[in-house]
Every structure is written in C-alpha cells, then in structure tokens.
C-alpha cells in the first residue's frame, strides 16, 4: 500500500477502537457488559451499528430476525454481494471483542472504500448477527441460520429464564415471528462470506504473529450424562459395597481427558457441568449428572472420539454396576474453510508482510451457519493470553489495525470463485 493508505488503514486501527469501546458501553449490568439477543440493550446496539453502517456509505437496515445489515453497491447496482460479518450480542459478563470485532472492523473497511470512493465490481454487504450466544434461549447461531434459510422455526416456543418466549420477545423488539423466512439469502446472491474475529485462543500469541488464517470451524458434539447408583450413610457402607454414582463419574471425567490428552490431532474435551445428588456431606451421592463437550478439526476425527468416550464410559458404569442414560443433546457438524478464499486471506495477510499461519477454530462461529449459502472465510486476529468471554478479553490496536488492513486487501483484491474476475 501507498503511503496515503498506509495513513488511512492506521487511522482504522484507532476507529476500530474507539467503537469497540463505545459499543461496550451498552449493556443490562453497570460495570459488567452483557447483550443478550432481543434485549432493549442489543436494540440500543442495532440502532448505533445502524448509523454507523450510514456513516460508512451503506444503506442500512434491521431484517426479520434482528439482524443489523449493511449495503456498499458495487460498480453495477444489484450485483451479488461479498458478505462480511460477524455477532454483536455477548455472553454474560463478557469480553467487548468477540463478535463486534468483525462487524465493526467490516464497517471500517467500506468507510475507507467510500472515503476514497471506490466501487468494485461487486456489492459489499456487512452483517451483524443479532444471536450467536444462544445465551438467552439456549439456542445458538439465530442470526445466521434465518439468513441461511436453516432456521428451525420451534425455538420460537422456547422460554428465556424470566418465561418469555422467543415468540413474544420479537414481537417486543418491533419483529414479525412469522416473517422470519424473509431473512433468508439465496446461493446465487452471495459470492462468499469472510469473518474476522478474535482467535479466543493462544495459538497466535505464541507464534508471535498478530492474524491468521483459519482452516476450519470445529464441530461439536454435546452429551448429557447421569449415572445412578444407590445413596447411603457415608459412616455404615462399607467402601466394598458402594454404588457411589460420584466417584464413577470422577472415573468417567478422568477418562475423557486421558484420551483427550494423548490425541495428537487436536481433539478436545470438556465437562463444563456436574451435579451430585441428594448432596449432602455425610451421604454417598446416588445420582450424579454431568455434560461432556467434544470437539474436533473434522467430522469423522470426532465421531470417532465419541464413540469411544461413550464405549468407556458405558464399562466404567458396568464395571461400578451403576445405572447410565446418555444422550446426545447438541450436534454441529464442522465447517471447512473454502481453499480458494484461504488463498486470498494468505495472499493478503503475506501482502501486509506477516508470516501466512494456518489454524483451526475450535470456537463455534456464524460461519457454521452460512457455508449452506456460501464458501466460507475466516481471518482470527490475536487476542492476550488466549483469553475469551471473560471481561479480560483484549486485542492490541496494533493488532486490530493488522486485521482490518487485511481484511481491505481481501475486499479490495477478491476474485470470485465462479469468474475469477476481481476490483482491478
């Protein structure tokens, strides 16, 4: 890039965060930020993403799911569209980079388009995803799987922990529950759709490098587990003679991250929930319930972990002679990234004079959604310590500003995957 360019993608890094600050400051918890899907707060938040889409050069509009959507015209009006996009609600006491990261930094880049009005020879649609958290229904990916067309429309009946069902809360934000499919995009109408977001993990930080180029998006598989034994005085059973439904799933956790441990291809696994009932001290715990999260780079890596967690699992309970119910209660399957769009990101990112790492997400991401209407790209950009949904989620502005001088080479250079044709 010129010098002038060069002037002008510095001043992106500053914007990007000064945004990401005031962005922040819409939350239902003073002192904590937390924006759950079709809140008042994330109203506040759609209408300030709003105006700053405008600002940018894009007509701007609020779409049946609560998505924020952006519009930057090509060189022919109405042409197919390279859609950037990324979440702006949060998880609970949350961190300000995840999600809004992608959306504001996509904003910048159009703005810098129009600053020096440039019109490239498709459109530029930027999209703020209104639920990716699924905090608030317990259903994830919202946005991107109405805009997909995949929207499964029995979450409308599913409650929030006030009672207030999905149903009446769009309603409530000013939205038509009956309208949802009218946010679904067609295949012929998207040319690709790239994300930028934070890594949420360490893998950037120790290789010293502030972006990367992802390969993939993890899927998922989620289990619910529970064990019954027999409860009984922890003074009078002899050790012999327990059925004790706790030290069983202990048994059962230590074996998960064995195996996890000693895989070399990136499986991880996690049991982020137990309860042990009738939880008392001086009782032997009768019945324990616990959650097991599996993740892997490809399908067949973690169908195969699953199906020998869960052969484990099932003779850690004969051998205890205690009663097990497994079941499966969530499946993602994983999204590859389009070869032909890592090219690009690589190409840019080299561009920019960074080394052209590849890895894979092992965080869920709206990509997941959108690879049924479009090849999918990701660019991660390095956050401290790995750390992510915490309030200490932070991005350097120096590293901000390498994402979004990426992100404008990839715009600015993109060539289709159907004509190959590009901006220059």
Request: with cysteine; glycine share 10%; charged share 25%.
């Amino acid at each position: 890039m010129d010098a002038g360019n060069a002037a002008q993608t510095t001043s992106l890094g500053e914007q990007i965060v000064s945004r990401i600050d005031e962005l922040s400051a819409i939350s239902e918890e003073a002192g904590k930020l937390t924006r759950v899907y079709l809140s008042k707060e994330l109203r506040e938040a759609a209408d300030l993403i709003l105006r700053w889409m405008r600002e940018a050069g894009m007509s701007a509009r609020l779409d049946a799911i609560g998505n924020v959507c952006g519009r930057y015209e090509g060189e022919r009006p109405g042409a197919p569209c390279l859609m950037l996009g990324s979440h702006y609600d949060t998880v609970r006491d949350a961190g300000k980079w995840d999600g809004p990261l992608g959306v504001i930094t996509a904003i910048a880049c159009v703005a810098d388009l129009n600053r020096r009005g440039k019109r490239l020879p498709f459109a530029i649609e930027v999209v703020g995803f209104a639920d990716e958290e699924g905090v608030r229904f317990a259903s994830t990916l919202l946005g991107s799987r109405a805009v997909a067309g995949a929207f499964d429309e029995s979450v409308l009946n599913t409650r929030d922990r006030d009672g207030v069902s999905m149903r009446d809360a769009l309603i409530a934000f000013g939205l038509d529950p009956d309208h949802i499919g009218a946010a679904a995009r067609s295949r012929r109408e998207l040319l690709a759709y790239l994300e930028l977001h934070i890594e949420q993990g360490p893998v950037l930080e120790a290789q010293n490098l502030p972006v990367g180029v992802v390969t993939a998006i993890a899927g998922a598989t989620r289990l619910a587990a529970r064990l019954t034994g027999m409860a009984g005085h922890a003074g009078t059973v002899p050790m012999s003679l327990r059925h004790d439904a706790l030290t069983g799933a202990a048994e059962c956790i230590g074996a998960i991250e064995q195996f996890c441990r000693t895989d070399a291809n990136g499986l991880v696994g996690t049991v982020g929930y137990i309860h042990a009932t009738p939880g008392a001290t001086n009782v032997i715990p009768g019945e324990v319930s616990f959650t097991i999260d599996m993740r892997a780079p490809t399908d067949m890596h973690r169908k195969r972990a699953v199906t020998e967690i869960v052969r484990q699992i099932e003779a850690i309970a004969g051998r205890r002679e205690l009663k097990l119910q497994l079941d499966v209660t969530h499946e993602n399957r994983t999204a590859p990234c389009a070869p032909w769009l890592k090219e690009q990101i690589a190409q840019a990112i080299v561009a920019e004079g960074f080394a052209a790492f590849e890895l894979p997400s092992g965080a869920g991401h709206d990509g997941m959604a959108m690879i049924d209407v479009a090849d999918v790209g990701m660019i991660f950009v390095r956050c401290r310590g790995g750390i992510s949904h915490h309030p200490d989620e932070h991005v350097e502005l120096a590293d901000a500003d390498a994402g979004a001088r990426v992100l404008l080479r990839v715009v600015e250079n993109f060539k289709s995957r159907e004509t190959g044709a590009g901006s220059n």
